[in-house]
């Protein structure tokens, strides 16, 4: 394509405070519309604002992962428009003076791939409420307004859906690591706006650009900007020229549709919201709160990568969620064998994890647990099915694996002349089968084997055995 | 005696000495308002048969205190004399009341009349109809809290709070007779106080003398958590030092206070106080405050930008008047147009315009720091006084329905009063004399800020040497 | 003719941005007093103020706080009680145009 596509996204954070950013009702989601509200929240006249301490530290918090010159003075002001799902029809938010300036998400979507895009301000505001709309009338529920918003605004370095698609996941990680937000794109504690052109390689003033809303995901977010890619190519290519405008995504029709309401520009007539003083942002405060930063995913994937030998996707995975990544490295202090504690956590503990919908922080598994099941596989003490299935237990019982195994007697069997008295048992109970074997139908072996392991309650190696059949029957 | 007619200091003794009941300065009051409110309408959404019961105990020992009808009481209708919010029953106390409530007091069942929105200076701007001056019906009260500056004239209330944006305080009640107060800004809370502007919004006390002013400042001041404007200052108790003397304190006289279009027998009052006070061992010395000119100018620009976003919320969503329409933006505009009173549309326009793209710096970001010029002449006259004595407004009352045609003209009028809020200095009126026509004149002392203390000590002294807050309109 | 500071053009659109409704009258009305006003509030501009900070908060306080912590205010019923229009629990308002 002789074009360059430009993308620029404003993501809007939910802040996990326990309290709204202004007064101190509950955050808490999914509540009886209207009951999560007081006068402030809800705007009723005499009503004042006061900042949540927390609302503000979780938002230097973001601003130092993601780079930004911190602002030492901090205001915040009016944003006055009417709707109904604004209580006062203003928005207490930021323009002049936000908190984060200048800074950088670094997004790294194949190994030695770096894109640095620059984040040109984060700053706090607080939530509107929200409106559902029927036919004849709208309903409003206040409960989500006052929650504290991060506004995120990257500059248009991103330049293809792909990589829009990567500095969402990106950011989402880093914001799960900073323990800020839920991210939560179905609950709407994250939420994205685009706004892409395109230009031609050669010219050096961006084209028109084109604002996207209503994508309620992040693969909505990628397929919207790349159908919108395809539509404003088509158009260019016919000599025509983009028309600046807001457009929505609609799913069901996987296209983008042009908002039908002539947009006209809005004046937000911003002035510095006098009910709230101006805020110092100090050297203690930022060194305390750059203190308490965790380490960030990018220094954990390299150190995955250094200390481990990972590979890039599988540091990648391993970094993916902070928990993961101390479990990980927890395990590999007790059993440093990379590829079976890679192997295992990614495979059946991963699926045990999904599969119950349970979150990293969750897990009750401790990894001395893990590991002990582990090295148990290893050493050849019992077969990796058994300790598929103690995991299971592990999880539904909530017991130790020792408890377990104890309780089943369970251990490997290699004893081979055990072993070879099953399998006979077997041969010599099943010779309709034998047959089917000796008739070229390899289904047969494997219904065998399932016999043989019956029979020692899985405590045997199904390769071994399978071996012992096989041999058995040529003999017969 | 009729008990309606002491003043807060005097009742208390009396109700501590059990020589009175609560009850009987409630059938007072109650009477007193039956025989003349319909004259005076310092009183909104009156009821002939009302349930009021105070406890006597704490401090106020059950006394009612008016309020002005932009504080909010839970459970009592607060609408800001405005048909926007007809029906509004905030469910909270506004802080104010919450201490008044802790120190014994009561709240009286009727809230008293207001310009619409504190939108104005002679109380004429009300959905619910001007006040009267108990000095002369045909003249206004002065605004906005021209309701509680009658009511405590006539003797409908012991004492009431009002609100001072500009002057709306000082201004009634200079015009009325009696002592109105504006604390420093943040002395005060204003959660619950309905704002106009909030960066010059303050409460404060309409009352018969100065030491139940001082009394009812020691209750309402005080930070609050709840307001990150409010002063966390220890309170002191401002009728401690009332009556110790004012020898060699230097009070300056603002050059700029003393022109043209001064009504001369405001001057003479105030020439005439000026001695008094001299007489008391001040030493008074001409200062210039060069900057005053400028203060309506930056006023009503400032004022105006944050009342039109202040009073965006008032759209019939939430509570309130509504015009019902098909969609939602006909709704908003209806009701809005049919719910505020002109002056508010006026100001409120004014105030978008200010704020708007393209205007912004020419207006509002210049009248900001124009602003600060103003609070630096404050800052340097201060350096060499310790208080400032100017008139309380440049003329006494006038004629309902003398201004209320040019806007212009009525905003002129609070030209000395409006510079105290934009430097948020506290400042104070008592009464200093009368006209030909008998109609009072208000003395203004303006201090340092939180020095409330001192002019209040300045004004009680003025006072307790003269006869003026003793006299009472004929009615 | 002389120029005037604010044109029945402007009012219309501040009375949109402010969401008010104003008659003929009303427009006219309004207009003649604004510009006497905004004539006079003109006089600012006679002033040098370049190197002047503007003042958007008269107390020098900074950074008012509060504590992260829940509390519940229990005002819905009083709330919906008075709203012009409800509908279980929420709010109602007509339609919105988009």
């Given at each position: 394509m002789d074009y360059q596509v430009v993308i620029g996204l404003e993501v809007h954070v939910q802040l996990k405070t326990k309290s709204k950013a202004f007064c101190s009702c509950s955050t808490e989601f999914g509540l009886a519309p209207n009951t999560s509200v007081c006068p402030v929240c809800l705007g009723l006249p005499g009503s004042l604002p006061v900042l949540n301490r927390s609302a503000l530290e979780f938002a230097i918090k973001v601003s130092l992962a993601l780079n930004c010159q911190i602002q030492r003075y901090i205001r915040f002001d009016r944003k006055n428009y009417f709707y109904p799902d604004l209580p006062k029809n203003y928005q207490i938010s930021q323009y002049a003076l936000p908190i984060g300036k200048e800074g950088f998400l670094e997004i790294e979507p194949q190994e030695g791939i770096k894109n640095r895009i620059g984040i040109k301000r984060v700053h706090l505001?607080?939530?509107?409420?929200?409106?559902?709309?029927?036919?004849?009338?709208?309903?409003?529920?206040?409960?989500?307004?006052?929650?504290?918003?991060?506004?995120?605004?990257?500059?248009?370095?991103?330049s293809s859906p792909d990589l829009a698609y990567e500095y969402l996941i990106t950011l989402k990680e880093l914001l799960s690591y900073l323990d800020v937000s839920d991210c939560d794109m179905e609950k709407g504690s994250l939420r994205c706006d685009a706004n892409i052109s395109l230009k031609k390689k050669e010219a050096k003033e961006l084209g028109v650009k084109v604002e996207l809303k209503n994508m309620n995901s992040f693969k909505a977010v990628k397929d919207a900007l790349s159908y919108e890619v395809k539509r404003q190519a088509k158009i260019l290519k016919e000599n025509r020229s983009v028309i600046q405008e807001t457009r929505l995504w609609d799913p069901k029709e996987g296209r983008t549709i042009s908002m039908r309401t002539k947009e006209e520009a809005q004046d937000y007539r911003y002035f510095p919201d006098p009910d709230l003083v101006p805020f110092v942002l100090d050297e203690e405060i930022i060194e305390r709160i750059k203190e308490s930063l965790p380490v960030l995913p990018h220094t954990v994937r390299e150190k995955l990568k250094r200390d481990f030998g990972l590979t890039f996707e599988q540091a990648k995975f391993i970094a993916s969620e902070k928990?993961?990544?101390?479990?990980?490295?927890?395990?590999?202090?007790f059993y440093p064998q990379v590829k079976s504690v890679y192997k295992w956590l990614a495979g059946p503990l991963m699926a045990e994890i999904n599969e119950r919908k349970i979150d990293w922080k969750d897990l009750k598994i401790s990894p001395q647990e893990f590991i002990g099941l582990i090295k148990l596989v290893d050493e050849k003490r019992v077969t990796q099915l058994k300790a598929k299935e103690i995991l299971k237990k592990m999880f539904t019982l909530g017991k130790s694996y020792l408890s377990i195994i104890e309780e089943e007697g369970v251990s490997?069997?290699?004893?081979?002349?055990?072993?070879?008295?099953?399998?006979?048992?077997?041969?010599?109970?099943?010779?309709?089968?034998?047959?089917?074997?000796?008739?070229?139908?390899?289904?047969?072996?494997?219904?065998?084997?399932?016999?043989?392991?019956?029979?020692?309650?899985?405590n045997a190696d199904p390769k071994i055995v399978q071996e012992l059949l096989k041999e058995s029957i040529e003999k017969s | 005696m009729e008990l309606n007619r002491l003043t807060a200091k005097e009742l208390i003794k009396l109700l501590a000495e059990a020589k009175v009941k609560i009850e009987d300065i409630v059938l007072a009051l109650k009477e007193r308002i039956d025989k003349i409110d319909h004259k005076i309408n310092a009183y909104v959404r009156k009821e002939k048969d009302f349930e009021f019961f105070p406890k006597p105990q704490g401090l106020l020992k059950g006394l009612p205190v008016s309020v002005k009808d932009n504080i909010t009481t839970d459970g009592l209708n607060t609408e800001c004399c405005s048909k926007i919010l007809e029906g509004f029953i905030p469910p909270y106390d506004a802080t104010v009341i919450k201490k008044i409530k802790e120190k014994g007091g009561s709240i009286f069942p009727f809230k008293t009349n207001m310009d619409e929105f504190a939108f104005g200076s002679s109380c004429e701007n009300s959905y619910f109809g001007p006040s009267h001056n108990p000095w002369n019906l045909e003249y206004v009260t002065g605004g906005s809290s021209g309701g509680s500056a009658a009511a405590v004239a006539a003797d409908e209330a012991i004492f009431a709070l009002g609100t001072d944006t500009g002057g709306s305080i000082r201004q009634p009640a200079s015009f009325c007779g009696v002592v109105g107060l504006k604390p420093t800004y943040g002395r005060v809370s204003r959660f619950g106080l309905i704002a106009f502007a909030s960066s010059l919004d303050v409460i404060g006390p309409i009352t018969k003398d100065v030491y139940d002013c001082a009394l009812l400042l020691n209750i309402i001041s005080g930070y609050d958590p709840s307001d990150s404007t409010s002063v966390n200052l220890e309170v002191e108790d401002f009728t401690k030092d009332l009556d110790k003397d004012i020898k060699g304190l230097k009070i300056g006289l603002p050059k700029e206070y003393f022109v043209e279009g001064l009504d001369k027998e405001v001057k003479t009052s105030i020439d005439e106080a000026v001695e008094v006070l001299k007489k008391l061992g001040v030493e008074f010395k001409e200062v210039s405050l060069p900057h005053t000119k400028y203060a309506v100018a930056v006023y009503y620009i400032i004022a105006t930008a944050e009342a039109s976003s202040n009073l965006a919320r008032f759209d019939g969503v939430q509570y309130g008047f509504r015009e019902n329409a098909s969609n939602l933006i006909e709704m908003y505009k209806k009701t809005r147009q049919k719910g505020f009173g002109q002056e508010a549309k006026r100001r409120i326009l004014l105030g978008t315009f200010v704020l708007a793209e393209g205007y912004y710096e020419a207006y509002y970001l210049r009248a900001q720091k124009v602003r600060t010029l103003i609070k630096k002449d404050f800052d340097e006259v201060f350096k060499e006084c310790d208080c400032l004595l100017t008139p309380t407004s440049p003329t006494p009352a006038f004629k309902i329905g003398e201004k209320i045609k040019d806007p212009l003209k009525m905003y002129l009028s609070d030209i000395f009063t409006l510079s105290a809020n934009l430097a948020g200095i506290p400042a104070i009126s008592i009464p200093c004399g009368f006209t030909k026509k008998g109609l009072p004149v208000g003395l203004q002392l303006l201090g340092k800020p939180f020095s409330e203390s001192l002019i209040l000590r300045v004004a009680y002294n003025y006072e307790q040497n003269t006869v003026w807050h003793?006299?009472?309109p004929k009615l | 003719m002389e120029k005037k500071k604010i044109s029945i053009q402007t009012v219309k659109y501040i009375a949109h941005l402010a969401r008010i409704e104003l008659s003929e009258e009303e427009l006219k009305l309004i207009s003649q007093q604004l510009e006497k006003i905004i004539d006079y509030i003109d006089q600012l501009k006679e002033l040098e103020i370049k190197d002047v900070h503007p003042t958007s908060h008269i107390l020098p306080l900074e950074n008012v706080f509060r504590q992260d912590l829940v509390s519940y205010s229990a005002?819905?019923?009083?709330?919906?009680?008075?709203?012009?229009?409800?509908?279980?629990?929420f709010f109602v308002v007509p339609k919105v145009i988009e």
């Open positions: 505001e607080e939530d509107a409420g929200k409106l559902i709309h029927t036919q004849d009338y709208s309903l409003v529920d206040f409960n989500r307004a006052g929650i504290p918003l991060l506004e995120i605004v990257s500059y248009p370095e991103i928990k993961l990544a101390e479990y990980f490295q927890s395990c590999m202090e490997q069997i290699s004893d081979l002349a055990y072993l070879k008295g099953i399998v006979k048992e077997v041969i010599e109970a099943n010779p309709k089968v034998i047959s089917d074997y000796k008739e070229g139908k390899t289904n047969a072996l494997m219904f065998l084997v399932g016999q043989v392991m019956k029979k020692t309650n899985k | 003793k006299m009472k | 005002i819905t019923e009083k709330v919906l009680s008075s709203a012009p229009q409800k509908k279980d629990n």
